[in-house]
């Protein structure tokens, strides 16, 4: 144990049945990928994860549509500690309540809707939606949604922005006394989640971490990344809860519960990866999916463009694969070729520019073309 926060002790949370932080074990978290209207399969979902051993199971939801839905959920879940993500729409919040265990909302989603309230009005709100209904909070910062006022505050310093984001969120808890609260600071690149991390957990050693590297992608290199942030920070104490997110079939999806016990056990048995090669060249970055996907084929498209570029492995290039088009277009900015999934279209940039839509099948060869032209633009700038 190496850094000042080891053996640090933090707060314990009750979520429904589970406790995160305090003398508790690390809990083992994952998120539901299916559709939330289509019950069967989600209640399904929720327990093929809690089976593989998450000790809780989160939901997408973000309409007053998906509600009736989810109260259904709950009644055929009864036993696993549920909890959803309000995503775009803290709103619904308060019908969501009585039927899960806790509320996750992100400090960058809260400018957008009501914008006669500020965000100090919102959180509030919230906190009094979770005592009511005996619930516990996520405040969740990503670096791909950032709120406006910390990315002007910390203009190209998106660790700081993150951290700072989310200190602040913890100001507003401890101002409304509200203590049953956990956060996490995520982004795809491991590097960025340890550090953010680190500097988070010797700001509030009192809160309890969940720990998530974003978008990790398809299996075994969405498995190396995370485990590269996962087992700096658990060796340090650092991380009372985990989510692997990891591009998968519906099927597989509790793989990624499997694999998070399995970091955990590693970690414990002082096992750790070493890939000193990693991360040098080609980056695929793919999210794990949730209920938002357009398109069921998202994840065989991301299967498809890992086949499709294995030419390119040793190219230093980033390739984003998303599933939606809330998300989509802001998560792909940074890379060098995004990808960002609709109904029936792919929609594929170059950067933050649009190269065009287009089919599925189609969008294959056109990526293949815009590939070779950065490749040979990266061979002229040497
Ligand atoms: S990018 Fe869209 S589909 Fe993928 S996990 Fe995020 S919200 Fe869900």
Redesign the pocket.
């Known amino acids: 144990m190496e850094s000042a926060t080891a053996g640090r002790r933090t707060r314990a949370v009750r979520i429904g049945g589970v406790t995160v932080g305090g003398d508790a074990p690390v809990v083992v978290q994952s ?1 539901c ?1 299916t559709r939330t209207i289509d019950v069967e399969q989600t209640v399904a979902q929720a327990h093929q994860l809690a089976d593989a051993g998450a000790g809780i199971v989160r939901i ?1 939801l973000d309409s007053d549509k998906e509600i009736p839905a989810l109260k259904e959920i709950r009644a055929q879940t009864r036993g696993i500690t549920l909890s959803v993500d309000l ?1 775009e729409n803290y709103r619904v919040a308060d019908r969501v309540a009585p039927h899960v265990d806790k509320i996750r909302y992100n400090p960058g989603h809260l400018h957008h809707i009501e914008k006669k309230k500020t965000v100090d009005q919102k959180v509030q709100w919230l906190v009094e939606v979770a005592r009511d209904h005996d619930l516990a909070i996520r405040i969740g910062v990503n670096c791909g949604s950032i709120a406006p006022a910390f990315l002007q505050k910390y203009p190209g310093d998106q660790l700081n922005a993150i951290v700072e984001s989310a200190a602040y969120h913890c100001d507003l808890m401890d101002r409304l006394s509200f203590t049953r609260f956990v956060v996490s600071l995520k982004d795809s690149d491991p590097q960025k989640v340890v550090e953010a991390n680190r500097r988070f957990a010797e700001r509030r050693p009192d809160v309890p971490i969940h720990l998530g590297v ?2 990790a992608g398809l299996p075994p290199d969405g498995i190396i990344k995370t485990r590269l942030a996962f087992e700096k920070l658990l060796a340090q104490g650092i991380g009372e809860t985990i989510r692997v ?1 990891l591009t998968l079939p519906n099927e597989r999806k509790h793989e990624e519960v499997i694999v998070g016990h399995k970091i955990i056990d590693d970690v414990h048995a002082g096992k750790f990866i070493s890939v000193p090669e990693f991360g040098k060249g080609l980056n695929i970055i793919s ?8 398109n069921e084929k ?1 994840v065989e498209l991301a299967q498809q463009v890992k086949e499709l570029t294995e030419y390119a492995t040793k190219h230093k290039i980033t390739i984003a694969v ?7 277009p802001g ?1 792909t900015d940074d890379a060098d070729l995004g990808l ?2 609709g109904p029936t279209t792919v929609n594929l940039k170059k950067k933050d520019r649009k190269v065009g839509f287009f089919s599925y099948a189609e969008v294959l060869p056109r990526l293949r073309l815009e590939l070779d032209r950065l490749i040979a633009e990266q061979a002229t700038n040497h």
């Open positions: 998120m990928a997408a995503q974003t978008e997110s999210c794990p999916s949730c209920s938002r996907v357009e998202f998303m599933g939606c088009r809330v998300n989509g998560e960002w999934c």
